[in-house]
């Protein structure tokens, strides 16, 4: 047999000074030492340490996390209200239309060379004198209210319908899944705008009076939308996560040792879907913003004067040659909103997605 | 004195994660001569894939090997160029996996993958290569040949797809076969087949094999000389007959003392105790020392170095250099 | 009746329908009438090669799939589907999958605690502790384990973690369903001690399922080989291996990879031909028959039923040769 490797130096044992202490046999303290056990980590610990090791999630949630505090905070003590013209000395202000980013009409300019204060426009104001820099922020309250209330409506009837789906399988699940096929195979927007169409009739009479009245009408169908079409991706992602943790073996030995099925749904079947679906909803936002936003735009989302990023942005392609501010700070703020969920969606999946781990 | 056919000198090959570098080859150096078939055996993470991996350097992301030089006829194909490396592989060192089903393309009848491995090797048009296709597939024992070109992988079982990636790997004639684990998805009456094939057709066809094992019983059916790895080193390697019965490293006595034989009677089996190292973090000293029985003072601080048992054998252990110290000692005295 | 037996099973059936085209279905048979019993504190190890339905045996036996047809006595009570629960405590299962068969989102004390919380076999909160300490301590974890969650053991500290859970009922009989194939095989000798102990210990009965001879025949007292869904040989271990009667077992004998190069190059295989055929369209008479040396027109026409060729050996063949 060759072992001509290179680095094999033969070495002379004898001439060896051998140490012999080094050669006594090593206590079990002493072997224990040699192996460490790594330090004991959960699942939602592990999954946090890599997603702070992502820096576009991480930049995507503090995107987000300074939106909504501006968001919540800033229309507290801002002078301007989203849906009053600007008034100077108690009188509407009718100069102040269309005014450019951080400039002022020329009433407020008298004004303040009378001395008085006046808070800058930052985004300038619109056609009817309305500051714009807080009807976008009502706008982006908006939108993101529509999103993340419309993926939770996804997500409660997903999950419940994916889950009896998943769980009881068979002539149930068969039944159940053919629904889904058939609202999955409707022509979505098409849908979206016929339903909202006649919702809007039929909520407008319904709803007069009562508390809900005040989210608008147009909000709530919206809201009803989102609940009877969009549910169907969710459920079958429940149902699909479901049946694939049924196989799993702890499931079995859970059957073995007598678990009835509300124990092996809540202790081991949701624990493991959990973070997929999360996940999933996560990313469900954007594109719930993006209908949202679609559906004002084309003039069935938010009732005005309640604006929406989509509203606004309808409301700039007027005079797009002249003001293309009033499109740009909505579109931006859109595209922030709908880029960071995402981002942040990938980022927890790349950090908690069982499938990609190991 | 020939020039061995391929020539492993300290091979590192690493993978970096969130926790850490994996090492998981750690400067390991071997020679396989022409015609000979080499096996190396070690548990799950001892390295003996990556080793097979970094020779094919087909290595996924984000391995890398780190170090040292594999020169296959002199040539150092660690330097070798893409374009280089997509000739050198198939046509001289060809690779048989373990799972069968995902080495084969889906979607492409058997008949068509061979051709294609053919046409891409050999100037052979494409008549020439349904000849040799089918040619192949009888060399390798396959019933009906021309109805199994006609076939996708998924209308066959485990055993006969074996037969086809044997097949595939060996129709460019290669001067190396690497068989990673390649019955361990097998049923045993299967894998006989397929050892027996591949004995067979290394008499026929005189290439060199290195096969990659975690089983004992099959390294000992197949291979003329054993490497024994264990966490990316290697501790031991000699022939068959003197890793089976003179194992000189604690960890080879080991795996030895631990699996049932059939004629021992029920005896209690003497397993090996604690669990494998963690490859992010190893020890200093051997990393066998903390499962080992007979584990020194010195197991902990220092890396054994190889040593010389005889002619066909060498193991890094410390118990040899007690044994010798206490032997020429005793000599002495 | 001679001896007690502790778990009978008597022409078991287990038939998945599968679905062939639009509207048939046909029956997969997984498990074809196949009786054995086993005695208290005994090993029968089921042995045979993927798809013979082993494992399928194990999961009927403790109703994990509602079986087809036969009987599953228990201590001389009959299981159905009604009653199973009752019988939860008593046999337990220990899967192959050391990763998939624990949950990667309970500590190891949820887990081995989680059939304590199902049948209320503690009192208060410490005697929950002080069993999963004992139970993991039986296996050869200590209670420094139970914090931690499943992911962070190797291989063979998992399957112990299940076979603590499986132990914390009680169980008197206990299927391992390949229980050692996953792991390593310096890891498998310390499993197989470990079940070995537990039974000298809490007089336990296992049905050892397994594709690997060698660990079978070394932990089973008795063998039954399995072939498509039927049993074609079974005895006393030793006899098995050493006087195997039926030409499949004969051919899987020799087939075992033997760690012994003198040994490896002496002997004879005696090399079965071909693939075993699917469980849907089985051969007709002896299942064996396409793949046997000694085949006949009478193989192809009735089926052998076991039967005893020696005291405690039975195959089913026409024509056994030694």
Same mark, same amino acid.
């Given at each position: 047999?060759?072992?001509?490797?290179?680095?094999?130096?033969?070495?002379?044992?004898?001439?060896?000074?051998?140490?012999?202490?080094?050669?006594?046999?090593?206590?079990?303290?002493?072997?224990?030492?040699?192996?460490?056990?790594?330090?004991?980590?959960?699942?939602?610990?592990?999954?946090?340490?890599?997603?702070?090791?992502?820096?576009?999630?991480?930049?995507?949630?503090?995107?987000?996390?300074?939106?909504?505090?501006?968001?919540?905070?800033?229309?507290?003590?801002?002078?301007?209200?989203?849906?009053?013209?600007?008034?100077?000395?108690?009188?509407?202000?009718?100069?102040?239309?269309?005014?450019?980013?951080?400039?002022?009409?020329?009433?407020?300019?008298?004004?303040?060379?009378?001395?008085? +204060?006046?808070?800058?426009?930052?985004?300038?104001?619109?056609?009817?004198?309305?500051?714009?820099?807080?009807?976008?922020?009502?706008?982006?309250?908006?939108?993101?209210?529509?999103?993340?209330?419309?993926?939770?409506?996804?997500?409660?009837?997903?999950?419940?319908?994916?889950?009896?789906?998943?769980?009881?399988?068979?002539?149930?699940?068969?039944?159940?899944?053919?629904?889904?096929?058939?609202?999955?195979?409707?022509?979505?927007?098409?849908?979206?705008?016929?339903?909202?169409?006649?919702?809007?009739?039929?909520?407008?009479?319904?709803?007069?009076?009562?508390?809900?009245?005040?989210?608008?009408?147009?909000?709530?169908?919206?809201?009803?939308?989102?609940?009877?079409?969009?549910?169907?991706?969710?459920?079958?992602?429940?149902?699909?996560?479901?049946?694939?943790?049924?196989?799993?073996?702890?499931?079995?030995?859970?059957?073995?040792?007598?678990?009835?099925?509300?124990?092996?749904?809540?202790?081991?079947?949701?624990?493991?879907?959990?973070?997929?679906?999360?996940?999933?909803?996560?990313?469900?936002?954007?594109?719930?913003?993006?209908?949202?936003?679609?559906?004002?735009?084309?003039?069935?989302?938010?009732?005005?004067?309640?604006?929406?990023?989509?509203?606004?942005?309808?409301?700039?392609?007027?005079?797009?040659?002249?003001?293309?501010?009033?499109?740009?700070?909505?579109?931006?703020?859109?595209?922030?909103?709908?880029?960071?969920?995402?981002?942040?969606?990938?980022?927890?999946?790349?950090?908690?997605?069982?499938?990609?781990?190991? | 004195?020939?020039?061995?056919?391929?020539?492993?000198?300290?091979?590192?090959?690493?993978?970096?994660?969130?926790?850490?570098?994996?090492?998981?080859?750690?400067?390991?150096?071997?020679?396989?001569?022409?015609?000979?078939?080499?096996?190396?055996?070690?548990?799950?993470?001892?390295?003996?894939?990556?080793?097979?991996?970094?020779?094919?350097?087909?290595?996924?992301?984000?391995?890398?090997?780190?170090?040292?030089?594999?020169?296959?006829?002199?040539?150092?194909?660690?330097?070798?160029?893409?374009?280089?490396?997509?000739?050198?592989?198939?046509?001289?060192?060809?690779?048989?996996?373990?799972?069968?089903?995902?080495?084969?393309?889906?979607?492409?009848?058997?008949?068509?993958?061979?051709?294609?491995?053919?046409?891409?090797?050999?100037?052979?048009?494409?008549?020439?290569?349904?000849?040799?296709?089918?040619?192949?597939?009888?060399?390798?024992?396959?019933?009906?040949?021309?109805?199994?070109?006609?076939?996708?992988?998924?209308?066959?079982?485990?055993?006969?797809?074996?037969?086809?990636?044997?097949?595939?790997?060996?129709?460019?004639?290669?001067?190396?076969?690497?068989?990673?684990?390649?019955?361990?998805?097998?049923?045993?009456?299967?894998?006989?087949?397929?050892?027996?094939?591949?004995?067979?057709?290394?008499? +026929?066809?005189?290439?060199?094999?290195?096969?990659?094992?975690?089983?004992?019983?099959?390294?000992?059916?197949?291979?003329?000389?054993?490497?024994?790895?264990?966490?990316?080193?290697?501790?031991?390697?000699?022939?068959?007959?003197?890793?089976?019965?003179?194992?000189?490293?604690?960890?080879?006595?080991?795996?030895?003392?631990?699996?049932?034989?059939?004629?021992?009677?029920?005896?209690?089996?003497?397993?090996?105790?604690?669990?494998?190292?963690?490859?992010?973090?190893?020890?200093?000293?051997?990393?066998?020392?903390?499962?080992?029985?007979?584990?020194?003072?010195?197991?902990?601080?220092?890396?054994?170095?190889?040593?010389?048992?005889?002619?066909?054998?060498?193991?890094?252990?410390?118990?040899?250099?007690?044994?010798?110290?206490?032997?020429?000692?005793?000599?002495?005295? | 009746?001679?001896?007690?037996?502790?778990?009978?099973? +008597?022409?078991?059936?287990?038939?998945?329908?599968?679905?062939?085209?639009?509207?048939?279905?046909?029956?997969?048979?997984?498990?074809?009438?196949?009786?054995?019993?086993?005695?208290?504190?005994?090993?029968?190890?089921?042995?045979?090669?993927?798809?013979?339905? +082993?494992?399928?045996?194990?999961?009927?036996?403790?109703?994990?799939?509602?079986?087809?047809?036969?009987?599953?006595?228990?201590?001389?009570?009959?299981?159905?589907?009604?009653?199973?629960?009752?019988?939860?405590?008593?046999?337990?299962?220990?899967?192959?999958?050391?990763?998939?068969?624990?949950?990667?989102?309970?500590?190891?004390?949820?887990?081995?605690?989680?059939?304590?919380?199902?049948?209320?076999?503690?009192?208060?909160?410490?005697?929950?502790?002080?069993?999963?300490?004992?139970?993991?301590?039986?296996?050869?974890?200590?209670?420094?384990?139970?914090?931690?969650?499943?992911?962070?053991?190797?291989?063979?500290?998992?399957?112990?973690?299940?076979?603590?859970?499986?132990?914390?009922?009680?169980?008197?009989?206990?299927?391992?369903?390949?229980?050692?194939?996953?792991?390593?095989?310096?890891?498998?000798?310390?499993?197989?001690?470990?079940?070995?102990?537990?039974?000298?210990?809490?007089?336990?009965?296992?049905?050892?399922?397994?594709?690997?001879?060698?660990?079978?025949?070394?932990?089973?007292?008795?063998?039954?080989?399995?072939?498509?869904?039927?049993?074609?040989?079974?005895?006393?271990?030793?006899?098995?291996?050493?006087?195997?009667?039926?030409?499949?077992?004969?051919?899987?004998?020799?087939?075992?990879?033997?760690?012994?190069?003198?040994?490896?190059?002496?002997?004879?295989?005696?090399?079965?031909?071909?693939?075993?055929?699917?469980?849907?369209?089985?051969?007709?008479?002896?299942?064996?028959?396409?793949?046997?040396?000694?085949?006949?027109?009478?193989?192809?026409?009735?089926?052998?039923?076991?039967?005893?060729?020696?005291?405690?050996?039975?195959?089913?063949?026409?024509?056994?040769?030694?």
């Amino acid at each position: 047999m060759n072992y001509n490797t290179d680095k094999l130096p033969r070495k002379q044992l004898l001439s060896l000074q051998l140490d012999l202490s080094k050669f006594e046999m090593a206590s079990e303290d002493e072997k224990a030492q040699h192996e460490t056990m790594r330090e004991s980590t959960t699942f939602f610990r592990d999954g946090m340490k890599k997603l702070r090791k992502n820096p576009l999630a991480i930049m995507s949630l503090i995107v987000l996390f300074c939106l909504v505090l501006t968001i919540i905070v800033v229309p507290m003590f801002y002078p301007y209200s989203y849906e009053q013209m600007i008034t100077v000395n108690g009188k509407r202000d009718k100069t102040a239309k269309n005014l450019a980013p951080m400039t002022y009409s020329k009433n407020e300019l008298k004004a303040m060379e009378e001395g008085q +204060k006046i808070f800058p426009h930052l985004f300038g104001t619109d056609e009817l004198c309305r500051d714009y820099f807080i009807r976008v922020l009502y706008g982006a309250r908006v939108s993101l209210a529509v999103g993340l209330f419309a993926s939770l409506i996804v997500l409660v009837i997903g999950l419940l319908y994916g889950s009896v789906s998943g769980y009881f399988g068979g002539k149930v699940d068969m039944v159940m899944m053919r629904i889904v096929d058939i609202i999955y195979s409707l022509p979505d927007t098409l849908m979206v705008v016929l339903l909202s169409v006649v919702l809007n009739q039929i909520l407008g009479t319904a709803l007069q009076g009562t508390i809900l009245a005040r989210v608008g009408n147009n909000m709530i169908s919206l809201f009803i939308v989102f609940g009877v079409l969009y549910w169907v991706g969710m459920a079958r992602l429940v149902r699909g996560q479901i049946l694939s943790i049924k196989t799993n073996e702890y499931v079995l030995a859970a059957r073995a040792l007598g678990a009835k099925s509300g124990r092996i749904i809540k202790r081991h079947i949701l624990p493991n879907c959990m973070s997929v679906i999360f996940i999933s909803v996560a990313l469900q936002i954007p594109s719930a913003i993006f209908t949202e936003s679609f559906l004002s735009f084309i003039g069935l989302g938010v009732q005005a004067p309640m604006p929406s990023l989509g509203s606004l942005a309808n409301a700039a392609r007027g005079g797009m040659q002249s003001y293309p501010y009033k499109m740009v700070f909505p579109a931006i703020i859109i595209c922030l909103i709908v880029l960071s969920f995402n981002l942040l969606g990938d980022g927890l999946r790349d950090a908690f997605d069982p499938k990609l781990r190991r | 004195m020939n020039e061995p056919l391929l020539q492993v000198k300290n091979l590192s090959t690493s993978f970096k994660v969130d926790s850490g570098e994996v090492r998981a080859v750690n400067g390991i150096s071997f020679n396989l001569d022409k015609g000979r078939v080499l096996g190396i055996v070690g548990e799950s993470g001892s390295g003996k894939s990556v080793t097979a991996y970094s020779i094919m350097r087909i290595l996924v992301e984000p391995g890398r090997i780190t170090g040292g030089q594999i020169l296959f006829n002199g040539e150092d194909i660690v330097q070798y160029s893409k374009k280089q490396m997509r000739e050198f592989r198939g046509k001289r060192v060809s690779i048989i996996f373990q799972d069968p089903m995902t080495s084969l393309n889906p979607v492409y009848t058997i008949g068509n993958q061979l051709r294609e491995a053919i046409m891409l090797h050999t100037d052979r048009n494409r008549a020439q290569a349904d000849e040799r296709a089918l040619e192949m597939l009888k060399l390798v024992g396959v019933n009906s040949p021309e109805q199994r070109l006609k076939q996708y992988p998924f209308e066959l079982s485990g055993g006969m797809r074996q037969r086809i990636m044997i097949a595939m790997a060996l129709c460019c004639e290669p001067d190396i076969l690497i068989a990673d684990e390649p019955t361990t998805a097998l049923d045993v009456t299967i894998q006989a087949q397929i050892l027996e094939l591949m004995q067979e057709l290394q008499k +026929k066809l005189g290439m060199a094999i290195i096969m990659i094992t975690h089983d004992l019983g099959v390294i000992a059916d197949m291979c003329d000389e054993i490497i024994v790895m264990y966490a990316g080193r290697i501790c031991e390697r000699g022939t068959a007959d003197e890793i089976f019965y003179n194992p000189r490293h604690e960890y080879t006595k080991g795996l030895l003392r631990s699996i049932p034989r059939l004629d021992t009677n029920h005896a209690r089996l003497i397993p090996i105790s604690g669990s494998p190292v963690d490859l992010t973090n190893m020890p200093k000293g051997c990393a066998f020392a903390s499962r080992c029985d007979n584990c020194m003072k010195i197991c902990l601080n220092e890396l054994p170095e190889e040593l010389d048992i005889n002619d066909c054998h060498k193991a890094s252990c410390w118990m040899n250099v007690k044994q010798v110290y206490e032997e020429a000692k005793g000599g002495i005295a | 009746m001679g001896e007690k037996y502790l778990l009978e099973v +008597k022409n078991l059936k287990q038939y998945f329908p599968v679905r062939t085209g639009w509207f048939g279905t046909k029956p997969l048979k997984a498990v074809d009438d196949m009786s054995f019993a086993i005695k208290p504190g005994e090993t029968l190890g089921l042995v045979g090669e993927s798809g013979c339905g +082993k494992t399928t045996v194990g999961r009927t036996i403790l109703h994990l799939y509602r079986p087809t047809a036969g009987e599953i006595i228990y201590d001389g009570n009959r299981i159905t589907p009604q009653n199973v629960h009752q019988f939860r405590q008593k046999m337990q299962i220990v899967f192959q999958d050391p990763y998939s068969s624990l949950n990667p989102r309970m500590t190891v004390s949820d887990i081995v605690g989680e059939p304590l919380d199902i049948h209320q076999l503690y009192q208060s909160k410490a005697e929950r502790t002080e069993r999963i300490t004992e139970l993991l301590n039986l296996v050869g974890l200590n209670s420094d384990h139970a914090r931690r969650y499943a992911h962070e053991f190797s291989g063979g500290q998992r399957q112990r973690i299940g076979i603590a859970r499986a132990l914390a009922v009680n169980p008197r009989f206990i299927v391992c369903d390949e229980p050692v194939s996953a792991l390593d095989v310096s890891i498998q000798a310390q499993v197989i001690n470990t079940f070995e102990d537990l039974q000298k210990k809490l007089g336990i009965a296992y049905l050892f399922i397994a594709h690997d001879l060698l660990v079978v025949q070394h932990i089973s007292q008795r063998i039954a080989v399995m072939y498509l869904g039927r049993i074609v040989e079974t005895g006393e271990a030793d006899e098995i291996i050493s006087h195997p009667a039926h030409p499949y077992t004969q051919s899987l004998i020799s087939a075992i990879p033997i760690p012994d190069p003198n040994t490896a190059r002496a002997r004879k295989r005696i090399p079965l031909e071909g693939d075993v055929p699917s469980p849907l369209n089985t051969p007709s008479g002896c299942a064996f028959r396409t793949r046997c040396r000694y085949a006949t027109e009478r193989c192809a026409q009735e089926r052998p039923p076991l039967a005893e060729i020696a005291p405690d050996h039975s195959i089913a063949c026409w024509n056994p040769h030694d």
